[in-house]
T-cell receptor, first 117, second 115 residues
Protein backbone atom coordinates (compact mmCIF):
# COMPACT_ATOMS: atom_id res chain seq x y z
CA UNK A 1 0.00 0.00 0.00
CA UNK A 2 1.42 3.42 -0.93
CA UNK A 3 2.55 5.57 1.97
CA UNK A 4 3.55 9.14 2.69
CA UNK A 5 7.17 9.26 3.77
CA UNK A 6 9.00 11.98 5.68
CA UNK A 7 12.64 12.75 6.34
CA UNK A 8 14.35 13.13 8.66
CA UNK A 9 12.55 11.33 11.45
CA UNK A 10 14.21 13.58 14.02
CA UNK A 11 15.86 16.96 13.50
CA UNK A 12 17.67 18.88 16.18
CA UNK A 13 18.53 22.49 15.45
CA UNK A 14 19.61 25.61 17.25
CA UNK A 15 17.33 28.58 17.68
CA UNK A 16 17.58 30.93 14.72
CA UNK A 17 18.67 28.27 12.25
CA UNK A 18 16.77 27.35 9.11
CA UNK A 19 15.32 23.87 8.77
CA UNK A 20 13.74 22.07 5.84
CA UNK A 21 11.45 19.16 6.48
CA UNK A 22 10.86 16.83 3.57
CA UNK A 23 7.90 14.77 2.54
CA UNK A 24 7.18 12.46 -0.36
CA UNK A 25 3.41 12.30 -0.83
CA UNK A 26 1.60 9.38 -2.41
CA UNK A 27 2.36 9.55 -6.12
CA UNK A 28 -1.09 10.19 -7.65
CA UNK A 29 -2.20 12.64 -4.95
CA UNK A 30 -2.83 16.26 -5.77
CA UNK A 31 -3.38 17.95 -2.42
CA UNK A 32 -0.69 18.32 0.19
CA UNK A 33 -0.75 19.44 3.79
CA UNK A 34 1.41 20.14 6.77
CA UNK A 35 0.23 19.74 10.34
CA UNK A 36 2.08 19.97 13.61
CA UNK A 37 1.61 18.53 17.09
CA UNK A 38 3.31 20.16 20.02
CA UNK A 39 3.98 17.60 22.73
CA UNK A 40 0.83 16.94 24.71
CA UNK A 41 -1.37 19.08 22.47
CA UNK A 42 -3.69 18.48 19.56
CA UNK A 43 -2.71 18.13 15.95
CA UNK A 44 -2.96 21.56 14.29
CA UNK A 45 -3.34 22.43 10.63
CA UNK A 46 -0.59 24.58 9.15
CA UNK A 47 -1.08 24.79 5.40
CA UNK A 48 -2.63 23.13 2.37
CA UNK A 49 -1.12 23.19 -1.11
CA UNK A 50 -2.60 22.48 -4.51
CA UNK A 51 -1.51 23.20 -8.06
CA UNK A 52 1.75 24.72 -6.88
CA UNK A 53 0.20 27.26 -4.61
CA UNK A 54 -1.06 27.58 -1.08
CA UNK A 55 -4.79 26.87 -0.80
CA UNK A 56 -5.20 27.74 2.84
CA UNK A 57 -2.99 28.52 5.81
CA UNK A 58 -3.52 28.89 9.50
CA UNK A 59 -2.49 31.71 11.80
CA UNK A 60 0.48 29.61 12.84
CA UNK A 61 1.84 29.67 9.30
CA UNK A 62 3.48 33.09 9.43
CA UNK A 63 6.27 34.58 7.31
CA UNK A 64 8.81 32.27 8.91
CA UNK A 65 7.20 29.30 7.18
CA UNK A 66 7.17 28.41 3.52
CA UNK A 67 6.27 25.37 1.45
CA UNK A 68 7.47 24.18 -1.88
CA UNK A 69 7.11 21.30 -4.29
CA UNK A 70 10.48 21.61 -5.95
CA UNK A 71 10.57 18.59 -8.24
CA UNK A 72 7.13 17.02 -8.61
CA UNK A 73 7.69 14.40 -5.95
CA UNK A 74 8.96 16.12 -2.80
CA UNK A 75 6.93 18.53 -0.71
CA UNK A 76 8.94 20.61 1.74
CA UNK A 77 8.28 22.79 4.74
CA UNK A 78 10.90 25.41 5.50
CA UNK A 79 11.16 27.28 8.75
CA UNK A 80 13.42 30.25 8.16
CA UNK A 81 14.54 31.09 11.67
CA UNK A 82 13.47 28.53 14.20
CA UNK A 83 12.19 29.42 17.64
CA UNK A 84 11.97 27.28 20.74
CA UNK A 85 8.21 27.10 20.35
CA UNK A 86 8.59 25.50 16.91
CA UNK A 87 9.60 22.28 18.66
CA UNK A 88 6.92 19.80 17.65
CA UNK A 89 6.12 16.78 15.54
CA UNK A 90 5.43 17.86 11.98
CA UNK A 91 3.17 15.69 9.88
CA UNK A 92 2.82 15.78 6.13
CA UNK A 93 -0.38 14.51 4.52
CA UNK A 94 -1.70 14.10 1.02
CA UNK A 95 -5.05 13.39 -0.59
CA UNK A 96 -6.62 12.69 -3.97
CA UNK A 97 -9.14 14.70 -5.90
CA UNK A 98 -12.54 15.15 -4.29
CA UNK A 99 -15.18 13.01 -5.95
CA UNK A 100 -13.05 9.94 -6.34
CA UNK A 101 -13.37 6.97 -4.04
CA UNK A 102 -11.27 8.40 -1.28
CA UNK A 103 -13.14 11.72 -1.36
CA UNK A 104 -10.46 13.83 0.15
CA UNK A 105 -9.27 11.37 2.77
CA UNK A 106 -5.86 12.49 3.95
CA UNK A 107 -3.03 10.05 4.38
CA UNK A 108 -0.47 11.03 6.99
CA UNK A 109 3.24 10.45 7.07
CA UNK A 110 5.11 9.23 10.16
CA UNK A 111 6.18 12.72 11.14
CA UNK A 112 9.42 14.58 11.77
CA UNK A 113 10.20 15.42 15.35
CA UNK A 114 11.78 18.87 15.38
CA UNK A 115 13.68 19.88 18.50
CA UNK A 116 14.85 23.47 18.73
CA UNK A 117 17.48 24.13 21.39
CA UNK B 1 -15.21 28.76 14.18
CA UNK B 2 -14.92 25.06 13.61
CA UNK B 3 -13.95 22.97 16.59
CA UNK B 4 -13.93 19.39 17.83
CA UNK B 5 -14.43 18.36 21.44
CA UNK B 6 -13.41 15.03 22.87
CA UNK B 7 -14.89 14.56 26.28
CA UNK B 8 -12.41 12.13 27.77
CA UNK B 9 -8.74 12.95 28.12
CA UNK B 10 -7.71 9.52 29.40
CA UNK B 11 -9.76 6.33 29.51
CA UNK B 12 -8.60 3.20 31.31
CA UNK B 13 -10.35 -0.09 30.62
CA UNK B 14 -9.78 -3.77 31.19
CA UNK B 15 -9.55 -6.16 28.27
CA UNK B 16 -12.94 -7.24 26.91
CA UNK B 17 -14.66 -4.13 28.23
CA UNK B 18 -16.79 -2.10 25.88
CA UNK B 19 -15.56 1.25 24.68
CA UNK B 20 -17.29 4.47 23.78
CA UNK B 21 -15.34 7.66 23.15
CA UNK B 22 -17.32 10.84 22.81
CA UNK B 23 -16.84 13.44 20.10
CA UNK B 24 -18.80 16.57 19.32
CA UNK B 25 -18.07 19.09 16.64
CA UNK B 26 -19.04 22.62 15.91
CA UNK B 27 -19.59 23.61 12.29
CA UNK B 28 -22.58 25.02 10.47
CA UNK B 29 -22.20 23.22 7.17
CA UNK B 30 -21.76 19.70 5.86
CA UNK B 31 -18.74 17.89 7.18
CA UNK B 32 -16.68 14.81 6.68
CA UNK B 33 -15.94 13.03 9.94
CA UNK B 34 -12.99 10.89 10.91
CA UNK B 35 -11.46 8.95 13.72
CA UNK B 36 -7.68 8.58 13.62
CA UNK B 37 -5.57 6.41 15.89
CA UNK B 38 -1.96 6.91 16.90
CA UNK B 39 -0.32 3.84 18.40
CA UNK B 40 2.72 4.47 20.61
CA UNK B 41 5.62 5.58 18.46
CA UNK B 42 3.64 5.36 15.25
CA UNK B 43 1.96 7.80 12.91
CA UNK B 44 -1.68 8.74 12.53
CA UNK B 45 -3.78 6.04 10.92
CA UNK B 46 -7.36 6.34 9.75
CA UNK B 47 -9.74 4.14 11.76
CA UNK B 48 -12.93 5.11 9.97
CA UNK B 49 -14.63 7.91 8.13
CA UNK B 50 -18.08 9.26 7.40
CA UNK B 51 -18.85 11.22 4.25
CA UNK B 52 -22.53 10.53 3.63
CA UNK B 53 -25.16 7.79 3.72
CA UNK B 54 -25.55 5.29 6.57
CA UNK B 55 -24.70 7.17 9.76
CA UNK B 56 -23.31 4.01 11.34
CA UNK B 57 -19.87 3.44 9.88
CA UNK B 58 -17.60 0.50 10.44
CA UNK B 59 -13.85 0.81 10.44
CA UNK B 60 -10.84 -1.35 10.91
CA UNK B 61 -10.12 -3.55 13.93
CA UNK B 62 -13.76 -3.83 14.99
CA UNK B 63 -14.33 -0.12 15.57
CA UNK B 64 -17.51 1.66 14.57
CA UNK B 65 -18.88 5.17 14.93
CA UNK B 66 -22.30 6.71 14.70
CA UNK B 67 -22.98 10.12 13.25
CA UNK B 68 -25.91 11.82 14.97
CA UNK B 69 -26.48 15.01 13.05
CA UNK B 70 -28.93 16.52 15.53
CA UNK B 71 -26.37 16.19 18.30
CA UNK B 72 -23.32 17.11 16.18
CA UNK B 73 -21.75 13.93 17.53
CA UNK B 74 -19.60 11.16 16.12
CA UNK B 75 -18.88 8.75 18.96
CA UNK B 76 -16.47 5.88 18.54
CA UNK B 77 -17.38 2.43 19.85
CA UNK B 78 -15.93 -1.03 20.15
CA UNK B 79 -17.77 -3.88 21.87
CA UNK B 80 -14.71 -5.58 23.33
CA UNK B 81 -11.32 -3.92 23.57
CA UNK B 82 -7.95 -5.63 23.45
CA UNK B 83 -4.63 -4.70 24.98
CA UNK B 84 -3.40 -3.81 21.48
CA UNK B 85 -6.00 -1.01 21.32
CA UNK B 86 -3.84 1.03 23.68
CA UNK B 87 -3.30 4.24 21.74
CA UNK B 88 -4.33 7.86 21.34
CA UNK B 89 -7.60 8.39 19.48
CA UNK B 90 -8.39 11.58 17.61
CA UNK B 91 -11.76 12.66 16.35
CA UNK B 92 -11.56 15.02 13.38
CA UNK B 93 -13.78 16.95 11.00
CA UNK B 94 -13.28 18.47 7.61
CA UNK B 95 -15.70 20.79 5.81
CA UNK B 96 -16.90 18.90 2.78
CA UNK B 97 -17.20 21.85 0.38
CA UNK B 98 -13.60 21.69 -0.78
CA UNK B 99 -11.18 19.02 -1.86
CA UNK B 100 -8.35 20.77 -0.07
CA UNK B 101 -10.19 21.25 3.18
CA UNK B 102 -8.08 21.13 6.28
CA UNK B 103 -8.77 18.57 8.95
CA UNK B 104 -9.55 19.91 12.39
CA UNK B 105 -8.58 17.56 15.16
CA UNK B 106 -9.88 17.12 18.66
CA UNK B 107 -7.45 17.09 21.54
CA UNK B 108 -7.35 13.30 21.62
CA UNK B 109 -8.28 10.60 24.07
CA UNK B 110 -5.59 8.38 25.47
CA UNK B 111 -6.86 4.83 25.84
CA UNK B 112 -5.04 2.50 28.20
CA UNK B 113 -6.05 -1.15 28.32
CA UNK B 114 -5.16 -3.24 31.32
CA UNK B 115 -4.19 -6.80 30.31
Amino acid sequence: EPEVTQTPSHQVTQMGQEVILRCVPISNHLYFYWYRQILGQKVEFLVSFYNNEISEKSEIFDDQFSVERPDGSNFTLKIRSTKLEDSAMYFCASSTRYGQAQRGEQYFGPGTRLTVT
Amino acid sequence: AQSVSQHNHHVILSEAASLELGCNYSYGGTVNLFWYVQYPGQHLQLLLKYFSGDPLVKGIKGFEAEFIKSKFSFNLRKPSVQWSDTAEYFCAVSPSYSSASKIIFGSGTRLSIRP
